[in-house]
């Protein structure tokens, strides 16, 4: 089972950037984001699709529609420059699987 | 403010193998999952397995066979081993919490530093 996600995301500060999740089981299972940034490791983002973890910026928000997920980063900034993960599970909920990942360039 | 530190061999020669600690401080080890990831040098990550607060395990399919997640709720941490290591189990090892009591899906809401292993003679 796989998750696809584009390799890279281009978009300038202030500017709003989406990236894809696609998979198969995703209409019935829940996305999870991170984000990496360079030497780090990852944090989350995003879970069960669209809910934010206390303490991550109101400008990270999740959508979704059937086989795709999408995370936006609003008003996007220069510390917003890094890898990003979705995660989910294959169809019967019993392994995790990541995306193969998106590196956001901040222009 | 949970806190997962991983301490192990930096360096491991090919077939040997490679046993891995994370360290949970913070919180009690029981009542979560716990979950350990891997992302080999400018790769993507790559979830291993997971072992229960009741000790069940699951591992990923290519690593099953070479896998072993352990549990030791009088110190609060867990282990991994991974036998017959080659180039390819060079990576970046993560521990990271698995919440899964609060979601219907496994995921990872705090993570070690990751400790890197290197494979080579």
């Known amino acids: 089972y796989e998750l696809t996600q584009p390799p890279s995301v281009s978009v300038s500060p202030g500017q709003t950037a989406r990236i894809t999740c696609s998979g198969a089981?995703?209409?019935?299972?829940?996305v999870y984001w991170y984000q990496q940034k360079a030497g780090q490791a990852p944090v989350l983002v995003i879970h069960k699709d669209s809910e934010r973890p206390s303490g991550i910026p109101e400008r990270f928000s999740g959508s979704s529609a059937g086989t795709t997920v999408t995370l936006s980063i609003s008003g996007v900034q220069a510390e917003d420059e890094a890898d990003y993960y979705c995660?989910?599970?294959?169809?019967?909920?019993?392994?995790?699987?990541f995306g193969g990942g998106t590196r956001l360039t901040v222009l | 403010q949970v806190h997962l530190q991983e301490s192990g061999p930096g360096l491991v020669k090919p077939s040997e193998t490679v046993s891995l600690t994370c360290a949970v401080s913070g919180g009690s080890i029981s009542r979560y999952y716990w979950s350990w990831i891997r992302q080999p040098p400018g790769k993507g990550l790559e979830w291993i397995g997971y072992i229960s607060y009741t000790g069940n395990t699951m591992y990923t399919p290519s690593l099953k066979t070479r896998v072993t997640i352990s549990l030791d709720t009088s110190n609060n941490h867990f282990s991994l081993k991974l036998t017959s290591v080659t180039a390819a189990d060079t990576a970046v090892y993560y521990c990271?919490?698995?919440?899964?009591?609060?979601?219907?899906?496994?995921?990872?809401?705090?993570w070690g530093q990751g400790t890197l292993v290197t494979v080579s003679s």
């Open positions: 089981a995703l209409p019935e299972k829940y």
């Open positions: 995660q989910s599970a294959d169809s019967i909920g019993t392994y995790v699987v």
């Open positions: 990271a919490r698995d919440d899964y009591r609060s979601s219907p899906d496994h995921f990872f809401d705090y």
